[in-house]
């Protein structure tokens, strides 16, 4: 691997440490304010500065690791278990169903991302579960296209004849040959995606679509930021940096895969 790989494979173990104990990386309180020591600059005492409330930036940022993470990846994960049911149901169940479920997809991509995750967030209502799904939405039909791709492939490879030859059902071969071999590259748009989803529930939070205050995230955290740029740059640098190397490090590790699995598949 090279040093960005191997940079970005560390940052990305870094954040999900921090997300998974945060206290082990800061003990100060990051909703604890002081309006004594509002808009400090970074300082001994508070490494990367305070916000408008006096609360420490530094706690508020390994603090808002967790929901940043946990809205990208929560929802990867639904869009990837929506994308395998679709795409499996497409790719086996005959010329009909392959046509209304592609015609489907084609419809939901058709609207712009960032346009169909406010609408389905402003149905379901703010915070980090509604993101999730609305996200999920959005990223669903490329994950069902690349499931579809991958499982018209290989079923018509030799090993999943044998199978049918050796009596097994349809279920049985896609869930014992026809899944797990298609599982790299989806795995790889999963993690690739998983950058992205950073960023656009960065975005929703950044409009009050997303966790609500007082909870650290580093979206809302920009938000908060935007009144007092004339007076102090640190609240939203910090923040932006934080969305910024979080999402390069994942789409680094991302790229590898992509090339590892095309390597292996040429």
Same mark, same amino acid.
């Given at each position: 691997?090279?040093?960005?790989?191997?940079?970005?494979?560390?940052?990305?173990?870094?954040?999900?440490?921090?997300?998974?104990?945060?206290?082990?990386?800061?003990?100060?309180?990051?909703?604890?304010?002081?309006?004594?020591?509002?808009?400090?600059?970074?300082?001994?005492?508070?490494?990367?500065?305070?916000?408008?409330?006096?609360?420490?930036?530094?706690?508020?940022? $390994?603090?808002?690791?967790?929901?940043?993470?946990?809205?990208?990846?929560?929802?990867?994960?639904?869009?990837?278990?929506?994308?395998?049911?679709?795409?499996?149901?497409?790719?086996?169940?005959?010329?009909?169903?392959?046509?209304?479920?592609?015609?489907?997809?084609?419809?939901?991509?058709?609207?712009?991302?960032?346009?169909?995750?406010?609408?389905?967030?402003?149905?379901?209502?703010?915070?980090?579960?509604?993101?999730?799904?609305?996200?999920?939405?959005?990223?669903?039909?490329?994950?069902?296209?690349?499931?579809?791709?991958?499982?018209?492939?290989?079923?018509?490879?030799?090993? $999943?004849?044998?199978?049918?030859?050796?009596?097994?059902?349809?279920?049985? $071969?896609v869930l014992r040959h026809v899944l797990p071999n298609a599982f790299g590259p989806v795995m790889a748009l999963a993690t690739v995606s998983?950058?992205?989803?950073?960023?656009?529930?960065?975005?929703?939070?950044?409009?009050?679509?997303?966790?609500?205050?007082?909870?650290?995230?580093?979206?809302?955290?920009?938000?908060?930021?935007?009144?007092?740029?004339?007076?102090?740059?640190?609240?939203?640098?910090?923040?932006?940096?934080?969305?910024?190397?979080?999402?390069?490090?994942?789409?680094?590790?991302?790229?590898?895969?992509?090339?590892?699995?095309?390597?292996?598949?040429?």
């Amino acid at each position: 691997m090279t040093k960005s790989v191997w940079l970005g494979t560390a940052v990305l173990a870094l954040l999900v440490a921090m997300a998974a104990l945060p206290s082990l990386f800061t003990g100060a309180d990051p909703d604890a304010t002081d309006l004594n020591a509002t808009l400090r600059p970074p300082s001994a005492e508070h490494w990367l500065g305070t916000d408008q409330n006096g609360r420490d930036l530094y706690a508020r940022i $390994v603090y808002g690791v967790r929901p940043s993470l946990l809205i990208g990846a929560g929802a990867v994960a639904l869009a990837l278990a929506g994308g395998v049911l679709i795409g499996v149901a497409a790719a086996q169940l005959g010329r009909v169903v392959d046509q209304v479920l592609s015609r489907s997809l084609d419809v939901v991509l058709s609207v712009p991302g960032l346009l169909l995750a406010f609408l389905v967030v402003a149905v379901l209502g703010p915070g980090a579960g509604p993101t999730c799904v609305g996200l999920a939405v959005v990223s669903l039909p490329v994950f069902a296209r690349v499931v579809r791709t991958e499982v018209i492939r290989i079923r018509v490879s030799q090993y $999943v004849e044998a199978a049918h030859g050796f009596g097994l059902g349809r279920a049985q $071969v896609v869930l014992r040959h026809v899944l797990p071999n298609a599982f790299g590259p989806v795995m790889a748009l999963a993690t690739v995606s998983l950058g992205a989803m950073i960023v656009a529930g960065s975005s929703l939070s950044f409009v009050g679509l997303g966790p609500q205050p007082p909870t650290a995230e580093w979206g809302a955290m920009l938000a908060e930021s935007r009144e007092f740029l004339a007076l102090a740059w640190w609240p939203a640098a910090f923040p932006g940096a934080a969305i910024t190397l979080a999402v390069l490090a994942v789409t680094v590790v991302g790229r590898h895969l992509q090339d590892r699995i095309e390597r292996r598949r040429a």
